[in-house]
């Protein structure tokens, strides 16, 4: 039995020294730093980083350093997080703006086949609405003008019946009684 846990232990160390070695490598070719690409390098699976604390953290760390003679620095989780909801923000935007523009294609076409099929209101909108504002103002005119004349007609009616009981009550009638 302790056999095999030295000959995992030794595995384990070998492993542990790849890692270690593909780590340098990486750092000295200014590639990115990543668990995937180290474990690659490595030619281990990535949960032997994750089951390694220190060696994750050394990898975390030299992705997380700052460039390094011309080395591009890998991009942090923060950051990614950060573009990733900058572009989501901006495809809202752009979700707007798409449903805005089709509503208002939607609107002219409508107009236009409305008018084409000859359901539609005539192009000269405007001079009929002036029309019937010019006709409105002329009947306004004109009713006035009406309840002033049945105004005087109602006055002269009036009149006549005043003076008509005036002549009927006079002590000469009509055909010059006396």
């Given amino acids: 039995m302790t056999s095999m846990i030295d000959g995992r232990r030794a595995d384990s160390s070998r ?27 490595a030619r281990v699976d990535r949960t032997f980083l994750y089951r390694h604390r220190d060696l994750l953290e050394r990898v975390h760390a030299a992705a997380a350093a700052p460039a390094e003679g011309g080395r591009i620095a890998a991009v942090s989780r ?24 089709e ?6 076409l409508g107009e236009r086949v409305w008018a084409e099929s000859g359901l539609g209101a005539p192009v000269d ?8 504002a010019m ?19 109602d006055a002269a009616r009036a009149a006549n019946r005043e003076l008509t009981r005036a002549l009927n009550h ?9």
């Fill in 15 to 41: 492993r542990r020294d790849r890692v270690l070695k593909a780590l340098d490598a990486m750092l000295r070719s200014n590639a990115d730093i990543t668990v995937s690409a180290l474990a690659r390098t």
């Fill in 103 to 108: 509503k208002r294609l939607s609107e002219n």
């Fill in 78 to 101: 923060a950051s990614l997080q950060t573009d990733l909801s900058n572009a989501l923000a901006g495809n809202t935007r752009l979700t707007a703006r798409v449903r805005q523009l």
């Fill in 170 to 178: 006079s002590p000469v009638g009509p055909a010059g009684r006396t």
């Fill in 125 to 132: 909108v405007d001079q009929l609405q002036q029309r019937i």
């Fill in 135 to 153: 006709l409105e103002q002329h009947l306004a005119d004109k009713q006035r003008e009406l309840n002033e004349r049945t105004e005087e007609l």
